[in-house]
C-alpha cells in the first residue's frame, strides 16, 4: 500500500524527481521555462521527448502523484479499478464522502438522513477502500476539494481527481485535473496519465483587492473574457505581483472555476501566503521543503520578464480596479460588473427578475475562514441595524474543519443572528442535491449563490431557477436586501426604524485563524496495512451496485445505417446529457442511471428537451433512453450530433458509459469540451468533429449515418463520413479526431480498460 499521507518526504522525494527529469528536459528544450513547463517537465514519463512534444498537439504522459475520489463517481472509479484485477492502489489515493448529502432542512438531520439512505453504497465505498489501501472520509467530514485542500495538497504534486473542481488544490499550487474515472482507474493501476500537452494562457495580476472586491471577482470576469470554452486544454498560470497579495483559499476559489473556462487546471506559484495556509493546516514541515525547493515551484524570472513570448495568451488583471462582478443566469460566463446588472433586469428583454427566492454562501468554491469572516461582517452590519436576511439564506461550510472554527470563533452565530440556515458539510445545493418545495421552482425564480456552475437545473432540478454567482460577501448582501438590483457599494438599506444606511465594505478578513484551525469530530478511516483477503461483495439483486463487465472489443467492420439518436442544440453539459439530482442515487448502478441519458439535451428538431424521433417506429414520444434501449434491442447502433463544446462541465464520465451501454458508437460535434472528449475515447466511443462546424446544419432528423474506412483510421486522418438522407440523396463529410495511436487502441479493443484484459 502506497503512503497516502502528504509527508515531508514524500514532498522531498517529488522535488528530487523533479530537478532529475527537469536537468533532462531543459537540456532538450533551451529555454526558460513557465510554472507549468516545469511541474510537466518534472512528471514526464519520459524527460527525452520535452523536445518532441507541442502545446496543443502532442499527448504526452505524466506520473501523477495522488488520486482523489467523490462518493458520486468514486463508485464507478471503483468498480472500473475492480476490473483491472490489481491487488492495491499505486498511488495515494482517498475516498470521500460529499455528494449524495441532500441538502433539506439542516446539517445535522440532512446528514443523518442522507446516511440512511446512502447506507448501502457507502458500505461499498468503505469495503473498497478497505480492500485496495484507500483512505476513506466519511460522510460529514467535508466536500472533497475543501478536504484534500486542507490534508493533502502542496505545491507541485499532480493530482487527478473524479470532479471537474479538482484544480481547487492549485490554491496551493498544485496542478490539480479533474478526469474521467478510466483516467483515475489507469493511474490508480499505475500507469501513466495520458493528456494532451496543454497550451499555456498566462494571467498577469497587479494591484491589491480593496473594498467589497474578493478573489471571486478575479475569476468571474476572466470567465467573461475567456468564455466556457477559452480555457480548453488549456493550463492558466497566475503570474505576477498581485499573486502574492492573495490568500491561499483565494487563489483556490480561483483555481476551482478554472474549470468553468473548461482549463486543464490552473496554477499559482508558491510564496508565502502558502506557507502561512499550510502552517495554519498542520503541514509546516512540507512548507519548509517547499521553501527549500522554491527554484521549482514559480516560472522563471526570464519567463515573468517576457511573458508573451512563453505563454500563449496573456491576460491582465489589475486587482486595484477590479469591481465586484456577478455572472449569470444559466452559464458561468455570463459576466459583468455588479454595477451594470440592474440596468440589465431593468431591460425586460432579458426575462430577470429582481426579486431573490434564495441566497447560498459556502461550498467547495467559497467557504474558507477568510470567506466566512467577510460574510459574517456583512450580517454583523445587518444585526446592528436591526435586520435579517429578506429571504432564505444558506451557509454550506466546506468540511468539519471550517464547520467547527467558525463555530468556535463566531462567524456562525453572525450568520445564524440574520437567520441563517448551516446545512451539512457536503455539496448540497451546489451540485443539484437540494429538496427543494415544488412550489419555489414552479414559476421562473431567481437563485444568487458563491457556487462555481450555475447550469439551467443544476440546483435544484428546476429549469425555471436563475442561478447568478458572485462572492460570500456580495451574497450576504443580497439576503439582506432580497433585491438582485441592490449594488452594497452605492445603494442604501433602511434599518429597523425606517432610517437609511450603507452597509460598509468587509474589513480586511485573516486567511486562517489566529489561534489555528479547531478539530471536529472524526471523519477519517486509514486502510490496512493488507487488504487483498477481504471480500468485497456486492448483491446481484442491488438496486444501487451494478457489477461492470468490460465492454466488448471493436468487430472490425464499419459502422453503417445508423440513426441520429440526437442532434442537441445549443450549450450541451454533462447535466444535459447525464443529469444528476434524483438520479444521482443510482450512478453505481449504470443499467438504472442511464435511464436518464441525455434527459437535458434540447433536440435540435423539436426544442424539446429529452425527447426524440424513434426512426424505426414514428415514435415521438420517448425519451432518448427508451429510443436508443428500442434500437440496442434491434441490435441498431447509433450516433448523437452535438453543438460547440459538446460536454461542457462536470467530469461525470457516465456521460460517456450511458452511451456505450446504450448502443452508442459515435458522437460527431462541432467541437468538444476536454474532460469529455477523453471520457468518450476511454470508454471506446468515436468522438470527432465537423471539418466545418456548419456540417452540423446538414443533418437530418431521419439521415442514417455511415462511418467509412474505419480498418485503416489512424493519427491525424479524417474519417469518412456518408450521410443518407431519406429523399434518396446522400452526401459524404470528412470528420476530423484527436485520436493518438494509443487511443485508437482503446477503440478498437472497446474500451482502455480492456488493456488490462491482453
Known sequence: MA???????????LYKKMEDRLSVAK????????????????????????DQITRGETYINLRADR???????????????????????????TQHCDHLIQARVGGASDLKDSIDENEEVYDFLKDAAYKYGVGFWAPGAGIIHQVVLEE????AQIILGSDSHTPNAGGLGAFACGVGGADLVETMAGLPWEVLYPKYIGVKLTGQLSGWTAPKDVILKLAGELTVSGGTNSVIEYFGPGTETLSATGKATICNMGAELGATTSLFPYDQRMSTYLEATGKGNLARVAEENQHLLSADPETVANPEQYYDRIVEIDLSTLEPHIVGPHSPDRARPISALAAEIADSNNGFLDQISTALIGSCTNSSYEDMSRAADVAEQATAHGLTASVPFMVTPGSELIRATIERDGQMASLNDINGTVLANACGPCIGQWRRASDETTNPNVIVTSYNRNFPMRNDGAPTTMNFIGSPEIITAFAIAGKLSFNPMTDTLLDSEGNPFKLDPPKPAPEVPSNNFQQGSPYYFAPPEDGSDFELAVSPNSERI????????????????MPVLLKAKGKTTTDAISPAGVWLRFRGHLTK?????????????????????????????????QVAQHYKANGTSWVVVGDSNYGEGSSREHAALSPRLLGGTAVIARSFARIHESNLKKQGLLALTFSDP????????????NLIGLKEITPGKPVECVVNHSDGTSETLYLNHTFSEP????????????LFHQ
Open 3 to 13: 503512503n497516502i499521507e502528504s509527508t515531508p518526504e514524500m514532498a522531498a522525494e
Open 27 to 50: 537540456s532538450k528544450v533551451n529555454r526558460p521555462l513557465t510554472l507549468a513547463d516545469k511541474i510537466i517537465f518534472g512528471h514526464l514519463d519520459d524527460p527525452n521527448v520535452a
Open 67 to 93: 488520486v482523489v475520489l467523490q462518493d458520486v463517481l468514486g463508485q464507478s472509479a471503483m468498480l472500473q479499478f475492480m476490473q483491472t484485477r490489481r491487488s492495491t492502489t499505486a498511488v495515494p489515493t
Open 152 to 155: 493533502y495538497s502542496f505545491p
Open 546 to 561: 451494478e457489477l461492470l463487465q468490460p465492454w466488448d472489443a471493436w468487430n472490425g467492420q464499419d459502422f453503417e445505417n
Open 593 to 625: 442511471f442511464s435511464d436518464n441519458m441525455f434527459l437535458g439535451a434540447i433536440n435540435a428538431y423539436t426544442d424539446e428537451a429529452g425527447h426524440g424521433l424513434n426512426v424505426m417506429t414514428g415514435a415521438r414520444d420517448q425519451t432518448f433512453s
Open 694 to 705: 456548419s456540417e452540423y446544419d446538414r443533418i437530418r432528423e431521419d439521415d442514417r449515418v
Open 743 to 754: 487511443q485508437l487502441a482503446w477503440f478498437r479493443l472497446g474500451s482502455a480498460l480492456n
